[in-house]
């Protein structure tokens, strides 16, 4: 019997040894310091993707003509940060050693640290692209120097300082604007911001890293942190339509907070982004 809703991703119905393109959600948000809650997405994010076609007809493609399965969520012990990181990791390489496009629904954006270090061991030098209304970039946030605050500090550590591309930014310290000003790691999220970063970016291998706060609240209530004068819905799709020209190599959508949003519309705007996503980078 085949007429079962399960509990995947729309059309992600294809098994581990089949599929070309591999989800899988990261159920952890253990440093999550305001409004906690982002283990909750991957699912609330395949509930909402039933509610939506799997034909885009902004991009002319559909969801149907790829070869998707869904592993659903890695299993990791919440209390215990380094073991849930070197699982992170291990569940990267191995899909990326398989020849298998990784999309990973977060869980706060510490996520993030984890899957690159997984994608350095098979691809080795890679550049980042942010999407974030914050900069990520303290050192220490209330004394951990490895939480949702500092990943892209940690990041930097990792890839290097001309590797890292951050669009909409609107938050931080003065400190961490001082240091992303250093660097210059900032970057319009305008088409002439986006094709500045692209041709600095060349054919490397690009990572995209999408927190749902670079949004703006009145179209994403559902985050961990909200921040008000964020980018709107079209004006995100626009900026991946461009970057899909890259050589994308994978993308996370991290900090969805599903249960701040009672409407679920949240979950249904990030279930939407997933599939532009995928079809953006992987149909071309």
Known sequence: MTDFQQNRFLSADLSYDECEICIVGIPYDGTSSYRPGSR???NAVRKASWGMETYSPDLGQDLRDLKICDLGDLEIP????????TKISEVIRKIIDDRKY????GGEHLITLPIVKGFRNRFGDLTVIQF???TDLRNEYLGDTLCHSTVMKRLLEIIGAGQLFQFGVRSGSKEEFSHANTIGSLYELSEDGLHRALRSIGDSPLYISLDLDVLDPSILPGTGN???GGVDFNEMIFALKILGKARVIGFDVVELSPNHDPSEVSSIVTSKLVREMILNCWAK
């Open 40 to 42: 909750f997405a991957p």
């Open 78 to 85: 919440f209390g215990n940060k380094e073991m849930t990181f």
């Open 102 to 105: 990784p999309v990973l629904l």
């Open 132 to 134: 974030d209304a914050h």
């Open 226 to 228: 909200p921040e008000p």
